[in-house]
Nanobody
Framework: QVQLVESGGGLVQAGGSLRLSCAASGRTFSGYAMGWFRQAPGKEREFVSVISYSSNSKYYADSVKGRFTISRDNAKNTVYLQMNSLKHEDTAVYYC???????????????WGQGTQVTVSS
């Protein structure tokens, strides 16, 4: 079992930037794909981005493509989400997820963090 702790959320004005971090502990981080989902009030949790263990494969939801960048530092067991040009509609709780494959993580199957709130004021 991998334990995940997100940080870096907060309140930012539209057009601003935030960087989320997700630190993993417990079972080895090795080989795990990592990803980010988000859930806005009254809406279902949705996929944001995923990255392979080697960082060779990265995928993004269309709504964040070109604005968000996922990365990871395996030495630190940490995955990041750099969010630029933030919009009001990016307001949500952001969750980190770890899973065995890109496909499983993208489908929402894996170990979840507890989430971090991102609020973008318009």
């Amino acid at each position: 079992q991998v334990q995940l702790v997100e940080s870096g959320g907060g309140l930012v004005q539209a057009g601003g930037s935030l960087r989320l971090s997700c630190a993993a502990s417990g079972r080895t981080f090795s080989g795990y794909a990592m990803g980010w989902f988000r859930q806005a009030p009254g809406k279902e949790r949705e996929f944001v981005s995923v990255i392979s263990y080697s960082s060779n494969s990265k995928y993004y939801a269309d709504s964040v493509k070109g604005r968000f960048t996922i990365s990871r530092d395996n030495a630190k067991n940490t995955v990041y989400l750099q969010m630029n040009s933030l919009k009001h509609e990016d307001t949500a709780v952001y969750y980190c997820i770890a899973g065995t494959t890109i496909a499983s993580v993208s489908a929402g199957s894996g170990s979840w963090g507890q989430g971090t709130q991102v609020t973008v004021s318009s």
